[in-house]
């Protein structure tokens, strides 16, 4: 019983996100309006001129229809100025029914909801994604970082505008929803249950705050990471369960200053996250994830730097410890992560030489 609750549920809120999104009350009511029309025809033959149900439906359909064809029995005075009424009545319900179907056939409406659709279920097979929150500025430079890393991103936006722009200038497609990021639903409409990290950067604090306190309640597993405009905001957000929260504007502000005092440190830092005309690339590996026969191996013996031409800057210890330019003797631990350095190519030639092979992890 409480399964099939859940079920019934989920589906309601499924259908209520569907009717939102689609704007389906203007079809819908279109449909209720041609169906009274239908019935004030039938109801009014049937009154006025006591037809029975057959000829009373008859006698609609040819009016609504404008077919022209006779009349089934003489029509009263009244019946007359029932049926005149009643057609003046058709040809504006008519018009507002074609203008609406318009729309949904010709301008895209009924294109938009089937790619909607479409972008739905694929959301539904996501896991272990990020959830982006924002597709301003911020938003579109950490999905774009995202992809980059071969994640798998759904965005959240309430101005639908962006994100066609976005897609407009991409050559992907966008797995979105489309909606407020503060609300459950369209949290769970994102799959929040199975995301394994979400990025906040709506413009308000406040939001991002509610966004925080939303998605550490319905996945208390997940990653948080949030925009803060004020430094106030800062304590907030890590009261409402984020795990990070960045500064757009502050950093900004540092980074402008080190320019002038340190100069060639800032140029090294810009070829790390990709913005100076070499880039480098930092990457992550734990060691559980390594292959079998290097695990218990010292950093020496590893030999990474031969082989691959990549550098290990540092490692995190199981314990929290950070350890810089880690001694070559060195043997990590089993939940060890190493943190290396290097080109493209270089971070790929690491992944390829020292990661599990996907059958072997999963084994």
Same mark, same amino acid.
């Given at each position: 019983m409480p399964e099939s609750k859940?079920?019934?549920?989920?589906?309601?809120r499924y259908v209520r996100a569907i009717w939102h999104r689609f704007n389906l009350s203007r079809f819908v009511g279109a449909l209720v309006l041609t169906a009274s029309s239908f019935a004030v025809g039938i109801g009014g033959f049937m009154w006025i001129e006591k037809f029975n149900f057959i000829d009373a439906f008859y006698m609609t359909m040819i009016t609504v229809s404008t077919v022209g064809f006779g009349e089934l029995h003489p029509m009263s005075p009244a019946g007359r100025v029932f049926v005149s009424l009643y057609i003046f009545f058709n040809l504006?319900?008519? /018009?507002?029914?074609?203008? !609406?179907?318009? &729309?949904?056939?010709?301008d895209g409406g009924l294109r938009n909801m089937f790619a909607m659709l479409k972008n739905d279920q694929e959301i539904r097979r996501f896991e272990n994604h990020v959830i982006v929150c924002g597709f301003g500025r911020n938003g579109q430079k950490a999905y774009h970082e995202l992809r980059a890393s071969g994640a798998q991103v759904v965005v959240v936006e309430q101005n639908d505008s962006l994100l066609k722009d976005a897609v407009e200038d991409s050559s992907e497609a966008i797995a979105s929803v489309i909606g407020d990021a503060t609300l459950d639903e369209t949290m769970?409409?994102?799959g929040i249950a199975r995301a394994r990290a979400i990025i906040t950067a709506?413009?308000?604090? /406040?939001?991002?705050?509610? !966004?925080?306190? &939303?998605?550490?309640?319905?996945?208390?597993?997940?990653?948080?990471?949030a925009r803060a405009s004020l430094k106030s905001s800062e304590t907030k957000l890590l009261r409402a369960g984020a795990d990070s929260v960045v500064m757009p504007d502050e950093i900004g502000g540092s980074h402008m200053a080190n320019l002038v005092m340190r100069p060639e440190v800032i140029r090294f830092?810009?070829?790390?996250?990709?913005l100076g005309p070499r880039?480098?690339?930092?990457?992550?590996l734990s060691?559980?994830?390594?292959?079998?026969e290097l695990q218990g191996l010292s950093i020496r013996d590893l030999n990474v730097r031969s082989r691959?031409?990549?550098?290990?800057?540092?490692?995190?210890?199981?314990?929290?410890?950070?350890v810089v330019s880690p001694s070559a003797d060195l043997i990590p631990g089993p939940s060890d992560v190493f943190l290396f350095l290097g080109t493209d190519e270089q971070i790929t030639t690491v992944l390829n030489q020292f990661r599990k092979e996907a059958g072997e992890s999963k084994r």
């Open positions: 859940s079920n019934s549920s989920g589906a309601l504006l319900m008519l /018009a507002y029914l074609l203008s !609406v179907l318009t &729309t949904y056939i010709f769970r409409g994102a709506l413009p308000k604090d /406040a939001d991002n705050v509610f !966004v925080a306190l &939303t998605a550490r309640e319905l996945n208390p597993h997940i990653t948080i990471i830092l810009d070829m790390i996250s990709g880039k480098l690339r930092l990457e992550e060691t559980s994830e390594m292959r079998q691959t031409g990549a550098t290990v800057i540092g490692l995190k210890r199981h314990d929290g410890e950070l």
